[in-house]
């Protein structure tokens, strides 16, 4: 797992990921609306919140990862509405790899669609719930998708989707295209994105936050027993 960003300090971008259990690792991106200098408490109170109350909901015991999920994106939209003191307008794509299953367990909460890569295609994980931070009771839908070895998966901001040249988007499709092409670990993918934004772009955006997170399973078969 890996993330490559661009920072203008113009928006509210915020990623993470950390280790929750030997078995698991917690991730998330969120775009929290507004200017930096004033969603950075929001920001800081959410890293806070997935840190804490993640770690608790997915380390103990063998939780039931859908349940977990929508307690935590709960428990996340009330201390962003909390920090923000107030509506504050957070899309927000958050996530559990499993790693002894190989399964993810996310809920997208109005952001950008998730991409899966397998052999066969690239597949949207549209959302499952309104951004966070508008109503106190929110309720989001947590779903789970697998990734059979080799496979990928990338959560990229607004900023990548929306950078134009010439009146065009890079969209989700220019997305797609890297990760066709692409079987490279998961630094080096989410850099290739970036990296691809910025040859299409032909300058590197400054009306916002670019963040390409990735997580990667390789395809590596296991080691054949002695004889």
Request: charged share 20%; hydrophobic share 40%; net charge negative.
């Amino acid at each position: 797992m890996a993330a490559a960003y661009f920072s203008s300090r113009a928006g509210g971008d915020f990623h993470d990921f950390i280790r929750a259990s030997p078995t698991r690792f917690l991730f998330g991106l969120l775009d929290v609306a507004g200017k930096r200098e004033t969603s950075q408490p929001v920001l800081q109170a959410a890293q806070a919140c997935v840190r804490s109350a993640g770690t608790e909901l997915f380390s103990i015991g063998d939780p039931n990862e859908p349940d977990a999920m929508v307690e935590l994106a709960r428990r996340l939209n009330l201390e962003i509405m909390r920090a923000a003191g107030g509506v504050r307008s957070c899309p927000a794509f958050v996530g559990c790899y499993n790693e002894e299953l190989g399964t993810v367990c996310y809920v997208n909460a109005g952001h950008t669609p998730g991409l899966l890569r397998d052999d066969a295609s690239v597949v949207e994980l549209p959302a499952t719930g309104l951004p966070l931070g508008l109503f106190s009771l929110a309720p989001s839908d947590a779903h789970i998708v697998a990734l059979g070895p080799p496979s990928s998966l990338a959560i990229v901001s607004r900023g990548v989707v929306e950078a134009e040249c010439r009146n065009e988007e890079f969209g989700l499709a220019g997305v797609k295209s890297v990760m066709r092409t692409s079987t490279r670990p998961a630094k080096e993918l989410s850099q290739s994105i970036l990296e691809r934004v910025d040859d299409f772009t032909c300058r590197t955006p400054k009306q916002n936050d670019l963040t390409a997170l990735t997580l990667t399973r390789n395809g590596l078969a296991p080691a054949a027993n002695p004889a």
